[in-house]
Nanobody
Framework: QVQLVESGGGLVQAGGSLRLSCAASGRTFSSYAMAWFRQAPGKGREFVAAISWSSGNTYYPDSMEGRFTISRDNVKNTVYLQMNSLTPDDTAVYFC??????????????????WGQGTQVTVSS
């Protein structure tokens, strides 16, 4: 059974940085794509970044590129999200997600089969 456990959230001042972690277990993830989504109060889940576990190729929407970096550690079976230059608009619950890799990047939350419980990120002004 796939299990994803996020950690690393917290309270940070605007302009600061945080690194989120997602520990994955339950199977071999070499054929999986991993992603980070976020959900602010009253809004839907927003795609943040994705990575191919096997190749390490990454994808970001234009709004996230430059401040956020997704990476993975194959030995630790962990995916990371480094977030820099945070603003109050980045306040949300951040979720790790996984699905089998396909021929394209998957940007919608309903395309992912496995989810973590989420970790709260709060950016104060």
């Amino acid at each position: 059974q796939v299990q994803l456990v996020e950690s690393g959230g917290g309270l940070v001042q605007a302009g600061g940085s945080l690194r989120l972690s997602c520990a994955a277990s339950g199977r071999t993830f070499s054929s999986y794509a991993m992603a980070w989504f976020r959900q602010a109060p009253g809004k839907g889940r927003e795609f943040v970044a994705a990575i191919s576990w096997s190749s390490g190729n990454t994808y970001y929407p234009d709004s996230m590129e430059g401040r956020f970096t997704i990476s993975r550690d194959n030995v630790k079976n962990t995916v990371y999200l480094q977030m820099n230059s945070l603003t109050p608009d980045d306040t949300a619950v951040y979720f790790c997600a996984a699905r089998r890799y396909g021929s394209r990047w998957f940007l919608s939350a309903d395309e992912y089969a496995y989810w973590g419980q989420g970790t709260q990120v709060t950016v104060s002004s």
